[in-house]
């Protein structure tokens, strides 16, 4: 499932000109505006391939004095952190993370990438479980979890759960939120 839907992502993203995509985001941002605004410290993550980029939505929420995370991992740890400020230095899967020494922060709103979101806000991601290992303790604490994708993502049908899944409350698209809760 997660093979297919990786290939679905593609394909779509490689039929988008640049300045398609570069609209499709800034209207991701759009939609997401009226959470941003509710938050104080929003995670994003810096995209890779066809992943879809939170970039403006959190360009935008900077210039509103908001502050902006990334997860960060050190060493050979499974278990990411989030910091804050801008992600300057390569880490695993050559993903771009903040300095090791960015200030740790607990963000209230997690904009989570994923391969795909299925009904009831279950998310499919990369397979290695490092989002569920810490977004758990997060949603204890008040956050909530918004799932980005291209609306292909969204998968509608169930998705075979795990006791560690940790469901969001929200899919957003550029073409619009759907909430779960
Ligand atoms: N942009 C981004 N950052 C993220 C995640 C993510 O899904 N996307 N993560 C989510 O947990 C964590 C990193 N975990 C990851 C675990 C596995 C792979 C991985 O297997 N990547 C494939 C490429 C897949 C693709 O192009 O989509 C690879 O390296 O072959 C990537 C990230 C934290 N940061
Ligand atoms: N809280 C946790 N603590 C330790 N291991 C965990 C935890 N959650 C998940 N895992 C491990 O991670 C593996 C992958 O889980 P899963 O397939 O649900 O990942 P995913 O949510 O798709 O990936 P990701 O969060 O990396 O994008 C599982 O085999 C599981 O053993």
């Not at 060493?75 to 989030?82: A, N, P, V």
């Not at 989570?112 to 303790?137: F, I, S, T």
């Given at each position: 499932?997660?093979?297919?839907?990786?290939?679905?992502?593609?394909?779509?993203?490689?039929?988008?000109?640049?300045?398609?995509?570069?609209?499709?985001?800034?209207?991701?941002?759009?939609?997401?505006?009226?959470?941003?605004?509710?938050?104080?410290?929003?995670?994003?993550?810096?995209?890779?391939?066809?992943?879809?980029?939170?970039?403006?939505?959190?360009?935008?929420?900077?210039?509103?004095?908001?502050?902006?995370?990334?997860?960060?991992?050190?060493?050979?740890?499974?278990?990411f952190l989030f910091r804050a400020g801008d992600p300057v230095m390569p880490g695993p899967h050559q993903i771009r993370q903040p300095a090791d020494d960015a200030p740790l922060v607990k963000p209230d709103l997690?904009?989570?990438?994923?391969?795909?979101?299925?009904?009831?806000?279950?998310?499919?991601?990369?397979?290695?479980?490092?989002?569920?290992?810490?977004?758990?303790?997060?949603?204890?604490?008040?956050?909530?979890?918004?799932?980005?994708?291209?609306?292909?993502?969204?998968?509608?049908?169930?998705?075979?759960?795990?006791?560690?899944?940790?469901?969001?409350?929200?899919?957003?698209?550029?073409?619009?939120?759907?909430?779960?809760?």
């Amino acid at each position: 499932m997660r093979k297919e839907a990786r290939l679905a992502r593609m394909k779509f993203v490689a039929s988008l000109e640049t300045d398609t995509r570069l609209a499709l985001e800034a209207q991701l941002a759009d939609r997401l505006a009226d959470l941003v605004d509710a938050a104080e410290i929003i995670a994003g993550y810096a995209a890779i391939g066809s992943e879809i980029s939170p970039e403006v939505c959190l360009a935008r929420a900077a210039r509103k004095g908001r502050t902006i995370a990334y997860p960060t991992f050190t060493g050979d740890d499974e278990q990411f952190l989030f910091r804050a400020g801008d992600p300057v230095m390569p880490g695993p899967h050559q993903i771009r993370q903040p300095a090791d020494d960015a200030p740790l922060v607990k963000p209230d709103l997690v904009l989570v990438p994923l391969v795909a979101c299925g009904n009831g806000g279950a998310r499919l991601g990369q397979g290695k479980g490092h989002y569920d290992r810490v977004l758990a303790r997060l949603v204890d604490d008040g956050a909530r979890l918004v799932g980005i994708g291209w609306k292909v993502q969204r998968l509608e049908r169930d998705l075979p759960s795990e006791p560690w899944d940790v469901p969001l409350h929200a899919f957003c698209s550029p073409r619009g939120i759907e909430f779960f809760d």
